[in-house]
T-cell receptor, first 110, second 114 residues
Framework: TQLLEQSPQFLSIQEGENLTVYCNSSSVFSSLQWYRQEPGEGPVLLVTVVTGGEVKKLKRLTFQFGDARKDSSLHITAAQTGDTGLYLCAGAAQGGKLIFGQGTELSVKP | NAGVMQNPRHLVRRRGQEARLRCSPMKGHSHVYWYRQLPEEGLKFMVYLQKENIIDESGMPKERFSAEFPKEGPSILRIQQVVRGDSAAYFC????????????FGSGTRLTVV
């Protein structure tokens, strides 16, 4: 059974701080996707990483895929209150279904 | 260009009733996936459908749950004889291919069983 362990589960920081969210598995995934979910809404795709060692930047967000394609991280620089939300990593399993991590609930305080 | 449309947004059912959740994928998307999100449990895969075919239903409970994606019209997730434990947010996602590069999710249907 493929599992994704996401950490930390909860993170409360001050505006301007940096943070990193980790997503780890013992399984290899063909791609790793990061989503952000607001309360009462569905997840919104932020980025997909495909190649081992790949790094993608989205403004203040940096996503990295591990060399062995088993783990990934999301780093946010100078967090803003608008970054508050639930961040989800998801691995693409056989047939296209996604295996989701438990999520990281991020709260950025002014 | 509408995204993935799910309705209703909120659904309240009494124990024993049937719940029907509808999903219209994005235009041009022929792959539909249903996920369930329970508090403290995260998003779990339920079923993957293409037009008129169920491709993978390994995440769907064997009893009371069924899904379809007819040639015409939306995909339907049907829950018969609902129980309190079925209360959850149900999300539909669509993609052009197998979702390797990501899905577009709908806003979900929040089912409450009273």
């Amino acid at each position: 059974t493929q599992l994704l362990e996401q950490s930390p589960q909860f993170l409360s920081i001050q505006e301007g701080e940096n943070l990193t969210v980790y997503c780890n598995s013992s399984s290899v995934f063909s791609s790793l996707q990061w989503y952000r979910q607001e309360p009462g809404e569905g997840p919104v795709l932020l980025v997909t990483v495909v190649t081992g060692g790949e790094v993608k930047k989205l403004k203040r967000l940096t996503f990295q895929f591990g060399d062995a394609r088993k783990d990934s991280s999301l780093h946010i620089t100078a967090a803003q209150t608008g970054d508050t939300g639930l961040y989800l990593c998801a691995g693409a399993a056989q047939g296209g279904k996604l295996i989701f991590g438990q999520g990281t609930e991020l709260s950025v305080k002014p | 260009n509408a995204g993935v449309m799910q309705n209703p947004r909120h659904l309240v059912r009494r124990r024993g009733q049937e719940a029907r959740l509808r999903c219209s994928p994005m235009k041009g998307h022929s792959h539909v996936y249903w996920y369930r999100q329970l508090p403290e449990e995260g998003l779990k895969f339920m079923v993957y459908l293409q037009k008129e075919n169920i491709i993978d239903e390994s995440g769907m409970p064997k009893e009371r749950f069924s899904a379809e994606f007819p040639k015409e019209g939306p995909s339907i997730l049907r829950i018969q004889q609902v129980v309190r434990g079925d209360s959850a947010a149900y999300f539909c996602a669509s993609s052009q291919g197998t979702g390797f590069f990501g899905y577009t999710f709908g806003s979900g249907t929040r089912l409450t069983v009273v």
